[in-house]
C-alpha cells in the first residue's frame, strides 16, 4: 500500500464509493507534464454519453467557457452543457493562481438538445438526474480539489509563492487569445505602460507577448483539430487567426507540421 497515495488514488476511491466520474481539465497542461493523474481522467470522452456526439461545442463549453467561470468563482458550481448535462465543476487554485477544474458527476438535466446520435440518447437514459441538493457534494468537491493542491504542494510539483506577475499574464492568455487583443490590453490589465509591460514578459518567459499569444492560439487550435471535425477556416476564426492560410502557417512555424497532418496523426 502506498504511504501516501495521491490524487490518482483518491480520484478512484471518490468514484468507487460515490458513483461519480471525476475528470481534471487544465488548458495549460500543468497537471500533465506532471503526470499528476492518468492521462484518461484529463478528457470527457471517455463517459459514452460525452463521446457520443463529442464536437466543438463540447471543447468551447468545458475548456473555455467554464474556465472563464471558474476565474470569477470561488468554490464548486453545478454546470450544464449545450447536451443538457450537468456536472459540478470545482476551481483548482492555489493563492490567486487558477490551475484548472475538477469536474465531478454526470446528470441528466431537463430538455436535451436535438440531431445528436442515438448512442448518446441511450447512454443519456442511463444516467441519473441532478439532485435537487448539491451542497454534500460540494463540500466533498471543495475538499478533493484542496486535497490536490495540498498534494502538488507536499510533494514540491507546486511553488508555495508562484509569480503573481507571471500567473496573471498566463491567466489573461488563456482569457483572451480568441479576442483581438495587444500588448497594450495586457498593460492595461497589469497596471503597468507598454514599454514595462513588453520588459516584463520577455523577462517572464523569454519571448515577446506576441509569441505568447500565437502559441495559445495555436494550443487551442490543437484542441479543435483533435477533438472535433469542424473546417479549418472555422477554427481560424475561432482562435483569432486572419484566415486558414495564416493559421496553418503559424501552426507550422511552432510544431512543424500543418494542422491537417496534425489532425491525421492525431486520428491515426
Given at each position: 500500500?502506498?504511504?501516501?497515495?495521491?490524487?490518482?488514488?483518491?480520484?478512484?476511491?471518490?468514484e468507487?464509493?460515490l458513483?461519480?466520474?471525476?475528470?481534471?481539465?487544465?488548458?495549460a497542461?500543468?497537471?500533465?507534464?506532471?503526470?499528476v493523474?492518468?492521462?484518461?481522467?484529463?478528457?470527457h470522452?471517455r463517459h459514452?454519453?460525452?463521446?457520443?456526439?463529442?464536437?466543438?461545442?463540447?471543447?468551447?463549453?468545458?475548456?473555455?467557457?467554464?474556465?472563464?467561470?471558474?476565474?470569477?468563482?470561488?468554490?464548486?458550481?453545478?454546470?450544464?452543457?449545450?447536451?443538457?448535462?450537468?456536472?459540478?465543476?470545482?476551481?483548482?487554485?492555489?493563492?490567486?493562481?487558477?490551475?484548472?477544474?475538477l469536474?465531478?458527476g454526470?446528470?441528466?438535466?431537463?430538455?436535451?438538445?436535438?440531431?445528436?446520435?442515438?448512442?448518446?440518447?441511450?447512454?443519456?437514459?442511463?444516467?441519473?438526474?441532478?439532485?435537487?441538493?448539491m451542497?454534500?457534494?460540494?463540500?466533498?468537491?471543495?475538499?478533493?480539489?484542496?486535497?490536490?493542491?495540498?498534494?502538488?504542494?507536499?510533494?514540491?510539483?507546486?511553488?508555495?509563492?508562484?509569480?503573481?506577475?507571471?500567473?496573471?499574464?498566463?491567466?489573461?492568455?488563456r482569457?483572451?487569445?480568441?479576442?483581438?487583443?495587444?500588448?497594450?490590453?495586457?498593460?492595461?490589465?497589469?497596471?503597468?505602460?507598454?514599454?514595462?509591460?513588453?520588459?516584463v514578459?520577455?523577462?517572464?518567459?523569454?519571448?515577446?507577448?506576441?509569441?505568447?499569444?500565437?502559441?495559445?492560439?495555436?494550443?487551442?487550435?490543437?484542441?479543435?483539430?483533435?477533438?472535433?471535425?469542424?473546417k479549418?477556416?472555422?477554427?481560424?476564426?475561432?482562435?483569432?487567426?486572419?484566415?486558414?492560410?495564416?493559421?496553418?502557417?503559424?501552426?507550422?512555424?511552432?510544431?512543424?507540421?500543418?494542422?491537417?497532418?496534425?489532425?491525421?496523426?492525431?486520428?491515426?
Open positions: 500500500m502506498e504511504r501516501h497515495p495521491g490524487p490518482e488514488a483518491g480520484f478512484r476511491a471518490f468507487q464509493l458513483g461519480l466520474p471525476v475528470t481534471v481539465i487544465d488548458n497542461h500543468f497537471f500533465n507534464r506532471r503526470a493523474f492518468d492521462p484518461m481522467r484529463c478528457s470522452r459514452p454519453a460525452c463521446r457520443a456526439g463529442f464536437d466543438e461545442r463540447c471543447i468551447r463549453h468545458c475548456r473555455y467557457a467554464m474556465n472563464s467561470r471558474c476565474l470569477a468563482e470561488e468554490g464548486p458550481f453545478t454546470a450544464v452543457c449545450w447536451k443538457g448535462l450537468a456536472q459540478i465543476v470545482t476551481p483548482l487554485r492555489y493563492g490567486n493562481v487558477h490551475y484548472g477544474m469536474y465531478a454526470l446528470w441528466r438535466n431537463g430538455e436535451t438538445a436535438s440531431g445528436l446520435p442515438g448512442d448518446f440518447y441511450r447512454s443519456r437514459e442511463q444516467l441519473p438526474e441532478l439532485p435537487e441538493s451542497a454534500a457534494l460540494f463540500a466533498l468537491c471543495r475538499l478533493a480539489a484542496d486535497g490536490v493542491m495540498m498534494h502538488l504542494l507536499k510533494t514540491r510539483l507546486l511553488e508555495t509563492v508562484p509569480d503573481e506577475r507571471s500567473a496573471r499574464i498566463a491567466a489573461f492568455l482569457e483572451h487569445a480568441a479576442a483581438a487583443v495587444g500588448l497594450e490590453d495586457l498593460a492595461r490589465e497589469l497596471g503597468l505602460s507598454r514599454s514595462r509591460t513588453s520588459f514578459v520577455k523577462q517572464l518567459f523569454g519571448k515577446s507577448f506576441s509569441r505568447l499569444l500565437q502559441a495559445e492560439r495555436v494550443e487551442r487550435a490543437r484542441h479543435y483539430l483533435a477533438g472535433s471535425a469542424e479549418l477556416h472555422d477554427i481560424a476564426r475561432e482562435c483569432s487567426f486572419s484566415d486558414e492560410f495564416h493559421l496553418s502557417r503559424v501552426f507550422r512555424q511552432l510544431t512543424g507540421i500543418t494542422p491537417s497532418e496534425f489532425r491525421r496523426r492525431h486520428r491515426s
